[in-house]
């Protein structure tokens, strides 16, 4: 299973993608729709991580993250699967990488 954003629908934003997936919560009242649809957090990780990479049969220069392979990533201030899917979108960025080079840095 693979996942990402309706940008420019929505705001491309990764952390709202995968703690809706275990979630499955409405933004404006918390109702779960869908309940028998949630997934495991660490699932939802691999939706946004390893598993797209796959899918472009580009896991032999991407995923997992190594040397000498492509990087295009984003570095969290703490790791996300330890976390209530509740507090995901407060996860902050300390590095982005992309092309192998680093384009953001706190």
């Not at 629908?9 to 649809?37: F, N």
């Not at 976390?83 to 990488?97: A, N, R, S, W, Y």
Request: aromatic letters at 4%.
């Amino acid at each position: 299973m693979c996942a990402g954003s309706d940008a420019p629908i929505t705001e491309p934003d990764w952390r709202q993608g995968v703690a809706g997936m275990p979630l499955r919560e409405s933004k404006a009242g918390g109702r779960v729709s869908g309940p028998e649809q949630r997934v495991e957090l660490t699932e939802a990780l691999r939706a946004y991580t390893i598993h797209p990479a796959r899918q472009d049969s580009a896991e032999e220069g991407k995923a997992p993250v190594e040397v000498g392979r492509v990087a295009d990533l984003c570095v969290p201030d703490r790791p996300p699967a330890d976390l209530d899917p509740h507090v995901i979108t407060e996860v902050g960025v300390d590095m982005t990488v992309f092309d192998g080079g680093v384009v953001f840095e706190r």
